[in-house]
């Protein structure tokens, strides 16, 4: 995301992965699951295409799936959900 958002002037997405971190989880236990994408909205701020608000949503939906979180037992989504693959053969 950091070398994106410096590309193209997004200075709002260029964070540390601290930060990034800090940001996934204070909506982990929001019970508005869009509140994440909302916010990632609004620090993209104005754009010219959906396409380009989902290239953003995508690098930041990543960073969420990629952040241990306290509630799966500090394993990330991703790390979930490769176990799960593992065992069921997939």
Same mark, same amino acid.
């Not at 790390?79 to 997939?90: A, F, T, V």
């Given at each position: 995301? *950091?070398? =994106?958002?410096? @590309?193209?002037?997004? @200075?709002? &997405? #260029?964070? *540390?992965? @601290? +930060?990034? /971190? /800090? &940001?996934v989880?204070?909506?982990?236990?929001?019970? +508005?699951i %869009?509140? $994440?994408?909302?916010?990632?909205?609004?620090?993209?701020?104005?754009? %010219?295409?959906?396409?380009? #608000?989902?290239?953003?949503? !995508? $690098? @930041?939906? %990543?960073?969420? %799936?990629? *952040?241990? +979180?306290?509630?799966? !037992?500090?394993?990330?989504?991703? =790390?979930?959900?490769?176990?799960?693959? #593992?065992?069921?053969? !997939?």
């Amino acid at each position: 995301m *950091t070398k =994106e958002a410096k @590309a193209e002037g997004h @200075a709002n &997405l #260029i964070m *540390t992965p @601290a +930060q990034w /971190k /800090k &940001l996934v989880l204070s909506h982990v236990r929001s019970s +508005q699951i %869009n509140d $994440f994408s909302k916010e990632i909205i609004n620090l993209v701020g104005k754009v %010219n295409s959906v396409d380009e #608000i989902n290239k953003w949503l !995508g $690098f @930041a939906i %990543n960073i969420w %799936n990629n *952040t241990p +979180q306290p509630d799966r !037992g500090g394993k990330s989504p991703y =790390e979930i959900s490769r176990e799960y693959d #593992i065992q069921s053969g !997939g």
